[in-house]
């Protein structure tokens, strides 16, 4: 199989840090097209009520949060995340990096750019307790249960 498009789904957390790891590990020697490093952008952080708001509700509280200091934030702080993941592919020798940053529900969001951007494969991390996973959600799971591509668990 022929990997042009890789899509890296980044936050702040270990999970991430290794699926950009083992993007760099398995690809920095490899001819490919763009690595996709994707944060998705959650009003009030990572929440158990986040994956319960329905999307006409998350519609109107993006639109509500427009303009204001809260969107700003949010977007800066995405900003940080994406540089960060990003350096540390150049500093591996990978180029042609594209950073995305978009609002959403985390995995349904991942699941469509990658389609949007027709990747190959996606590298997520997995790296949560199960605690973590039963009381906010597994995103992971998720990812790899709907994606229509191969899905690659960095630890």
Same mark, same amino acid.
């Given at each position: *199989?022929? #990997? /042009?498009?890789?899509?890296?789904? #980044? ?5 991430? @840090? ?6 760099? @590990? ?11 490093? &994707? ?23 993006? =639109?509500? &949060? ?8 949010? =977007?800066?702080?995405? /900003? ?9 592919? =150049?500093?591996?020798? *990978?180029?042609?990096? /594209? ?33 973590? /996973? ?7 799971? =998720?990812?790899?249960? @709907?994606?229509? #591509? ?6």
């Amino acid at each position: *199989m022929s #990997v /042009k498009k890789i899509l890296v789904p #980044v936050d702040d957390s270990k999970g991430a @840090r290794a699926s950009v790891a083992a993007c760099a @590990r398995l690809f920095s020697d490899t001819p490919f097209e763009s690595v996709i490093l &994707l944060h998705v952008r959650q009003l009030g952080g990572k929440t158990l009520a986040h994956d319960r708001i329905s999307d006409a509700e998350l519609s109107t509280v993006q =639109e509500d &949060l427009q303009g204001t200091n809260v969107e700003d934030d949010l =977007e800066s702080g995405s /900003k940080t995340i994406l540089d960060s993941h990003k350096a540390f592919l =150049e500093k591996s020798g *990978m180029t042609r990096i /594209k950073a995305v940053s978009k609002p959403g529900h985390v995995a349904e969001t991942i699941i469509e750019t990658a389609g949007e951007e027709g990747v190959d494969v996606i590298i997520i991390g997995n790296t949560r307790s199960t605690l973590d /996973k039963l009381f906010m959600g597994d995103v992971t799971k =998720e990812v790899a249960n @709907r994606a229509t #591509v191969p899905v690659l668990l960095a630890k």
